[in-house]
Antibody, heavy 120, light 109 residues
Framework: QVKLVESGGGVVQPGGSLTLSCAASGFTFNSYAMHWVRQAPGKGLEWVAF????????YYAESVKGRFTISRDRSKNTLFLQMNSLRPDDTAVYYC?????????????WGQGTLLTVSS | QSALTQPPSASGSLGQSVTISCTGTSSDIGAYTYVSWYQRRPGRAPRLIIS???NRPSGVPDRFSGSKSGNTASLTVSGLQAEDEGDYYC??????????FGGGTKLTV
């Protein structure tokens, strides 16, 4: 079955950088679009970034545009989120999510998440 | 994009029905049939329970149903069970390869 395992979270100072990883298994990774979604403490879910199956284009929420980069390693079935210029309001649990056959339809499967804390 | 609007809480007794609303705009819910709902129970990853406004993925009980009218989508849980307690989130495609979520509704049984 589909399995998504995020890693790489931790504590980072404001202005710092970090890269999250999501190891995917149980499906043909290169055939599906993938997302990053986050949830700040006490807040709702927020879509962060989108990687189409082709991987050729990338799309971001306005709140992270220019600071975050989504990418994938097709040979290792792994999705990444490189985060720069981190701010305290980036503190959240970050989930990777797999889309269904139609990418616009949403988030079919989710990982357990990894916690990022941005604090001095 | 602004978040979709959900009531912060909802409740019902065992066996009863409860409906959770999700209000967006003509640019998201009103424009697309790509409305989905997610259940999040404590300590668990979010789980897709409704896609394409009304579609239940395999394994989701038929007690869960979705609908949409104009810019508002709704999730109805019939025959409430204790295991239904948790947080529920709606989401919609918002065009230009972007998505928007609701703020979440805490369901108490």
């Amino acid at each position: 079955q589909v399995k998504l395992v995020e890693s790489g979270g931790g504590v980072v100072q404001p202005g710092g950088s970090l890269t999250l990883s999501c190891a995917a298994s149980g499906f043909t990774f290169n055939s599906y679009a993938m997302h990053w979604v986050r949830q700040a403490p006490g807040k709702g879910l927020e879509w962060v970034a989108f990687s189409p199956s082709s991987g050729s284009n990338r799309y971001y929420a306005e709140s992270v545009k220019g600071r975050f980069t989504i990418s994938r390693d097709r040979s290792k079935n792994t999705l990444f989120l490189q985060m720069n210029s981190l701010r305290p309001d980036d503190t959240a649990v970050y989930y990777c999510a797999k889309s269904g056959d139609i990418a616009a339809a949403g988030f079919e499967s989710w990982g357990q998440g990894t916690l990022l804390t941005v604090s001095s | 994009q602004s978040a979709l609007t959900q009531p912060p809480s909802a409740s019902g007794s065992l066996g009863q029905s409860v409906t959770i609303s999700c209000t967006g705009t003509s640019s998201d819910i009103g424009a697309y049939t790509y409305v989905s709902w997610y259940q999040r129970r404590p300590g668990r990853a979010p789980r897709l329970i409704i896609s394409f406004v009304t579609n239940r993925p395999s394994g989701v009980p038929d007690r869960f149903s979705g609908s949409k009218s104009g810019n508002t989508a709704s999730l109805t849980v019939s025959g409430l069970q204790a295991e239904d307690e948790g947080d529920y989130y709606c989401a919609s495609y918002a065009g230009r390869n972007s998505w928007v979520f609701g703020g979440g509704t805490k369901l108490t049984v």
